[in-house]
């Protein structure tokens, strides 16, 4: 007893001993974190309260309504800001949402601070609605090699399309400039209008080296809207559509932990957002599931190439019509022909790989089945699936075996990835 309390005096002793080096730690690190975080909102402030920079509202693709309303309120963010400037820096081959370009347009038209339109770089283009944008901005400018046209329908989705030839950007009269930062140089004293009247804007600024331009700040659309942005083109709508059900049926057969299952999951829903927001004819969207139930029958009976090849057919012309693109964003054939190639890669090799991997017995080599009985689980054309011992095998046979579905097989010998097998006669056939 009295060892234990002369242990715990001393270590009473040491820890009142350490405790101010300890404590003087732990305040030297609060403060710091303090003086940190303290620096990092003091400079937020002063570069919300200087202001005076120029921004760059980088957005391509076609503009739904999440990115109109990023650029609107981008114009209006740097205007709170007290920027100085605001370019536009387009590429985009249809408008999808009429009432967000609505806002856009009366914002460009008599914007809160001076805003430009440059579209590029080549190849950049500007169809439908988007085309008027670089018309309505007070100073706005193309990229050599850079085209507008396609101007009907103006929303994508509402009105017919028209075959118009697509004008160069020489030829539209807007100033050409190859680069952003040309650009933004070239508008150093520039007049724009605004809603407080007319503003000269100055983009260059003295250095030690001499004069050079402001160093722009680029905006870009949040993480969540960058997301759903990836499926906004035909192309990327049906390839997350075609891959999605083709993960989701290949978990179904593998029985694999669920990781497939979640990649499944947000493929669909990124295709699906796509269905939504694009203008779908929705018979060929009826037509892309068509050609899945082929695929998975051609797999079921045993990987029937015939079956393989219509299903993969389908698919293809599914895919070429999925999305009206109303001569903007028609989809083309050889940006949807690799999402089929990789359906076919699913169906044609992984599936029938890992469903023998899952469903097959590792301690039991193919060789020690022969001799063994088991069934038939489609008809034999001469190939087919067949139930030994529990697991599934593709199986092979002579076509006067006649094997059907539900015949009792007995395994004689193995043929590579294939078991041989011959039809058991039964006592009532004898």
């Known amino acids: 007893m009295k060892v234990f309390d002369a242990w715990r005096v001393t270590n009473l002793h040491r820890t009142l001993r350490t405790a101010p080096v300890l404590t003087s730690r732990v305040v030297r690190r609060v403060v710091l974190l303090a003086v940190a975080f303290g620096a990092v909102f003091a400079l937020s402030a002063c570069a919300e309260v200087t202001g005076g920079g120029i921004d760059v509202i980088d957005v391509s693709g076609p503009l739904d309504a999440s990115a109109l309303d990023f650029i609107s309120e981008s114009i ?58 670089p018309h309505l901005a007070s100073q706005s400018a193309m990229a050599p090699g850079t085209f507008e046209g396609h101007y009907a329908p103006r929303i994508l989705g509402e009105g017919d399309s028209q075959s118009i030839e697509l004008i160069s950007a020489s030829a539209t009269g807007l100033p050409l400039q190859p680069t952003i930062r040309q650009y933004l140089q070239d508008l150093d004293g520039e007049t724009f209008r605004t809603v407080d009247g007319d503003v000269t804007v100055s983009t260059l600024r003295e250095q030690e080296g001499g004069i ?90 045993g990987g029937i190439f015939a079956l393989t090849l219509i299903g993969a ?80 095998w593709r199986g092979t046979a002579h076509r006067e075996a006649g094997i059907a579905a539900g015949d009792a097989v007995r395994v004689t010998g193995v043929d590579g990835l294939f078991l041989e097998v011959d039809r058991l006669v039964t006592d009532r056939e004898t």
């Open 76 to 133: 209006e963010a740097g205007a709170e800001q007290g920027q100085e400037l605001a370019v536009i820096q387009l590429n985009s081959r249809a408008v999808l949402d009429g009432a967000a370009f609505d806002r856009l347009e009366d914002l460009i038209s008599m914007p809160p601070l001076p805003v430009a339109v440059w579209v590029g770089p080549a190849p950049a283009a500007v169809f439908g609605a988007a085309a008027d944008l």
């Open 212 to 301: 050079t331009t402001k160093t722009p700040t680029f905006r870009k659309p949040g993480l969540v809207t960058r997301f759903f942005r990836l499926a906004v083109t035909p192309e990327a709508t049906f390839f997350f559509l075609a891959i999605g059900l083709t993960i989701a049926i290949f978990e179904f057969y593998a029985l694999g932990p669920g990781v497939a299952a979640g990649v499944a999951a947000l493929s669909l829903i990124l295709g699906g957002w796509g269905l939504v927001i694009l203008p779908t004819n929705w018979w060929s969207a009826a037509l892309m599931l068509s050609s899945f139930l082929f695929l998975v029958a051609a797999h079921q009976r």
């Open 313 to 392: 057919g389908i698919l293809q012309l599914s895919g070429m019509f999925l999305i009206d693109g109303g001569g903007q964003i028609d989809p083309r054939w050889w940006l949807v022909l690799p999402s089929v190639l990789g359906v076919l890669f699913f169906f044609l090799l992984a599936m029938p790989t890992v469903q023998r991997a899952r469903l097959s017995t590792e301690t039991i080599g193919r060789d020690t089945l022969i001799g063994k009985d088991g069934v038939a689980l489609v008809d034999f054309e001469p190939d087919g699936l067949v139930e030994v011992g529990g697991a599934r």
